[in-house]
Nanobody
Framework: QLQFVESGGGLVQSGGSLRLSCTAD????????IGWFRQAPGKEREGVSCITNKGSYTYYTDSVAGRFTISRDTAKNTVYLQMNNLKPEDAAVYYCAAWSVLRQSTCELIQYEYLYWGQGARVTVSS
């Protein structure tokens, strides 16, 4: 089953930083816009950020705008989510996935349109 692998999660103090990575052995990430999602305990999964396949457009949900940065390294077949100034409310399992709508100049975080969900990376933020 094709799926992404997320890494880079961990425990960090409030105000700290983490960088998540998203990669896959058998999927060429450059073919897709990639989205990051998160699910906190007891809450529904929500969209966080996405980046188009060429990296020319990025989107952030309001709660992370200005603190998180999404980027991609085509040579490494990897998409990153740099998370700065983390807050306790950012604690969640973070997932990456590929947008099935191809060759768009923008991206959207419509979950049912995303493919190849990984197992997630857990982020814990202590206050």
């Amino acid at each position: 089953q094709l799926q992404f692998v997320e890494s880079g999660g961990g425990l960090v103090q409030s105000g700290g930083s983490l960088r998540l990575s998203c990669t896959a052995d058998e999927i060429t990430l450059a073919d897709y816009a990639i989205g990051w999602f998160r699910q906190a305990p007891g809450k529904e999964r929500e969209g966080v950020s996405c980046i188009t396949n060429k990296g020319s457009y990025t989107y952030y949900t309001d709660s992370v705008a200005g603190r998180f940065t999404i980027s991609r390294d085509t040579a490494k077949n990897t998409v990153y989510l740099q998370m700065n100034n983390l807050k306790p409310e950012d604690a969640a399992v973070y997932y990456c996935a590929a947008w099935s709508v191809l060759r768009q100049s923008t991206c959207e975080l419509i979950q049912y349109e995303y493919l190849y969900w990984g197992q997630g990376a857990r982020v814990t933020v202590s206050s």
